[in-house]
């Protein structure tokens, strides 16, 4: 009797979606995609490669704002102005 052979996926690939890898160089990029199929692999790969899309630009945007040491005053100025609106709103 033959034992069956079995590949070993490569590190990047979880889930059934080898496709979702494809073009995938950027490491964040493959962190998030990563994250997303941990979470929940079931999901449609358009829903998945729209979610890793808008985290992608949070992060980027989140590290240049961090970068530019405006993050905590940015952080602020936003909270000020929902608190404001709530207590002008009610």
């Known amino acids: 009797m033959k034992k069956a052979i079995h590949s070993k996926q490569p590190i990047g690939t979880l889930g059934e979606y080898k496709s979702i890898?494809?073009?995938v160089d950027d490491p964040l990029e493959s962190e998030l995609i990563a994250r997303e199929l941990r979470k929940n692999h079931r999901r449609p790969m358009k829903q998945i490669r729209?979610?890793?899309a808008v985290k992608y630009w949070?992060?980027?945007v989140?590290?240049?704002l961090?970068?530019?040491r405006v993050?905590?005053?940015l952080?602020?100025?936003v909270v000020l102005g929902?608190?404001?609106l709530l207590i002008a709103v009610s």
């Open 62 to 64: 989140r590290w240049t």
């Open 21 to 23: 890898w494809m073009g």
């Open 66 to 68: 961090e970068d530019m």
């Open 71 to 73: 993050y905590a005053p």
């Open 50 to 52: 729209r979610i890793v």
């Open 58 to 60: 949070f992060q980027i």
């Open 75 to 77: 952080f602020g100025a």
């Open 82 to 84: 929902i608190l404001l």
